[in-house]
């Protein structure tokens, strides 16, 4: 089992940053890929960021050039470096660990709000 705790969401001002942090904690020696995904009322949840091991960091179209995903090992931590923020970015931002081989490794956090507005 592994625990996931965020941190770091907020309110902030258009083309301000926000920097969200994911711990990790319990069996994380099963976990191969890391993302952030979020979420608005009535819409399904997208991804946002990933990092599988071995393979190219993975965004969205529409936070491409804006946002950064990056991992610390040494913490057991996945962080979303998020710059240049707009009012559609505003939601629940969720952290997301798995395993790509094994659909029961698939642990959620229990999500941290992002208000993006003047």
């Known amino acids: 089992q592994v625990r996931l705790v965020e941190s770091g969401g907020g309110f902030v001002q258009p083309g301000g940053p926000l920097r969200l942090s994911c711990a990790a904690s319990?069996?994380?020696?099963?976990?191969?890929?890391m993302g952030w995904y979020r979420q608005v009322p009535g819409k399904e949840r997208e991804l946002v960021a990933r990092?599988?091991?071995?393979?190219?960091?993975t965004y969205a179209d529409s936070v491409k050039g804006r946002f950064t995903i990056s991992r610390d090992n040494a913490k057991n931590t996945v962080n979303l470096q998020m710059n240049s923020l707009k009012p559609e970015d505003t939601a629940v931002y969720y952290c997301?660990?798995?395993?790509?081989?094994?659909?029961?490794?698939?642990?959620w956090g229990q999500g941290t709000q992002v208000t993006v507005s003047s």
């Open positions: 997301n660990m798995h395993n790509i081989f094994s659909p029961l490794n698939d642990y």
């Open positions: 319990g069996s994380i020696f099963s976990i191969n890929a």
């Open positions: 990092i599988i091991s071995g393979d190219p960091t």
